[in-house]
């Protein structure tokens, strides 16, 4: 019989003697190649309780037993190596990037608060906040450095914060700079998902638009999975961290996941949201589908979801009557 | 002064003001985990964290553990190599067949691997052992730690295929991972049954014991072909 081992191909006599045996040349990367191709094989399976390396040492691929296992260590190590950069697909490295844009974005959130309750005490009138205040002490500093032209300079004239002394200046506008070079990595990496989007998932780019459709895909875990969910998964992605909070802290109950964000859905009125939702998600699903299988771009999935959205609403125009009880008293709110 | 005690073949007990269990490092001065590193006569030895191994536990709970120098270990679910480090210890004559199918958990290993000569890294699916038969040679010890609900399956796929005829089985079962809602002793009565008869001639049971205080809801099993 033949039996496939990493070292090569053997072929066996009825006692389990080796006949015949063709084998890889001793190169590493090329018995890593092999072996690798060898994983979905299921042809010439080696039979139970075969032993390669015997084998291995009768047909003279190795001298010795530590030989065997020496190359046996490298092919292994190479091949797991090879497989998990293999395993960094770009759905994977979209997911990288939107986890990092999300600890970015915290980030900058939290030191521009921490910049403007800070520069507040110097020059409070500025009216000035996030990426506009912290370019604003990049480059100014204290409010005495504006010239006469600027539009803010009346008001810093008249502010009644605070003088600023040398060594906290120093200390602001180097403070302020970090923060603009996180806001411009931040645009960095929304360009850099984008582009990728359009790679990767043109079709649920189309659909989401690119920052929904990476998300949708962080959230699944990566396009294959999304491409498997039935739509009302889709639906309610994103809704779970919401849930874990509803338990936990008695937040209202999540009714939806992150499709509400898409315009279609969030501009829409109250009454039909519900069902232009199950419309996205189903052209999400599909547009998923797509891109993991085929990935050709289908440019008319807008224009016959925009249709149908379209359809709901002419058929829905206004929200529906609610039933009312003759008689019945105007419930009183309850408290608690 | 720290005192060394043998337990079982390459695994030690230190007793230095308390008790730890250990093994002989084979990657003096490294450590894997954030296990502690003790030098006792010339010997560098790695302390053993039963709640961080499911082997380790077993160690513990009395559980004869068939290992020996030159022993050849298939171990199934490797996640980071916590555990597989101190079975490279053990069998530092022998080898070790890591296999793990999470890419982010071989990171790790293959760090661990390129360290240690005996470690053989296969990123793979326990439940698909003609993936990796290419490269298995008939083992001494199966050990299995994937906490997976087909886990008796995986089992006897591997045993049937890799299995040495007088080798053995090591299983680390966990309850949650088959039925969140079920009594774990069910559960757990109702795998050690699965496995028993999941292939001809199947398996004897040696040994299974809880694994607390150490790991909740798990089950270690010992068995061996009949
Ligand atoms: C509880 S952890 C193992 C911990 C490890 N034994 C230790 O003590 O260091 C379970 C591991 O099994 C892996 N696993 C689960 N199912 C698997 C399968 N079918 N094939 C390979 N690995 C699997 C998981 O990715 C995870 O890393």
Known sequence: ?336 | MAEVKKLSGGIFEIIKGKKQLATKNLDPGKTVYGEKLIQVEGIEYRTWDPRRSKLGAMVLKKFNIPLKEDSKVLYLGAASGTTVSHVSDIVSEGAVYAVEFSPRSMRDLIGLASRRKNVHPILADAGKPDSYSHLIEPVDLIFQDVAQPNQAEIAARNTIRFLKKDGYLLLSIKARSIDTVANPKEVFKEEVRKLEKAFEPGFEILNAKDLMPYHEDHLGVLAKLK
């Open chain 1, 1 to 336: 019989m033949k039996i496939n081992t990493w070292f090569g191909v053997l072929e066996t006599g009825k006692a389990g003697e080796i006949l015949e045996s063709r084998l890889i040349s001793k190169d590493v990367r090329e018995l890593v190649l092999y072996s690798l191709s060898l994983r979905d094989n299921k042809s010439n399976l080696p039979p139970e309780g075969f032993d390669p390396k015997a084998a291995a040492l009768k047909c003279g691929f190795v001298e010795t037993s530590a030989e065997y296992y020496s190359l046996l260590h490298e092919v292994t190590l190479e091949a797991a190596k090879l497989q998990v950069s293999g395993a960094l697909t770009p759905d994977q490295r979209i997911i990288q990037a939107v986890e990092a844009l999300d600890d970015v974005n915290e980030t900058t959130n939290s030191l521009s608060e921490r910049l403007s309750e800070w520069y507040g005490g110097y020059f409070p009138e500025s009216g000035l906040g996030g990426e506009d205040l912290a370019l604003f002490i990049a480059k100014y500093g204290s409010r005495e450095n504006l010239g006469p032209q600027d539009p803010l300079y009346p008001k810093a004239r008249n502010s009644m914060g605070a003088k600023l002394e040398p060594a906290d200046e120093v200390l602001l506008k180097g403070f302020a700079e970090s923060i603009c070079s996180l806001y411009e990595q931040r645009r960095q990496i929304e360009i850099y998902i984008e582009d990728s989007m359009e790679l990767v998932a043109p079709n649920l780019k189309l659909v989401a638009g690119p920052m929904l459709g990476a998300r949708l895909i962080s959230l699944a875990g990566s396009l294959e999975k999304l491409a498997e969910f039935p739509s009302s998964t889709i639906q309610v992605i994103g809704a779970s961290k919401a849930l874990f909070k509803h338990l936990r802290a008695r937040a209202p109950s999540p009714k939806h996941g992150i499709i509400y964000s898409h315009p279609l859905i969030n501009t829409a009125p109250w009454w039909v949201r519900g069902k232009i939702a199950r419309a996205v998600a189903s052209k999400l699903s599909l547009a998923a589908r797509i891109d993991f299988y085929s990935g050709k771009k289908d440019p008319s999935l807008t224009e016959k979801l925009e249709t149908k959205v379209l359809q709901i609403r002419t058929l829905n125009p206004r929200p529906p009557q609610k039933k009312q009880v003759s008689g019945a008293k105007p419930k009183k709110k309850r408290r608690k």
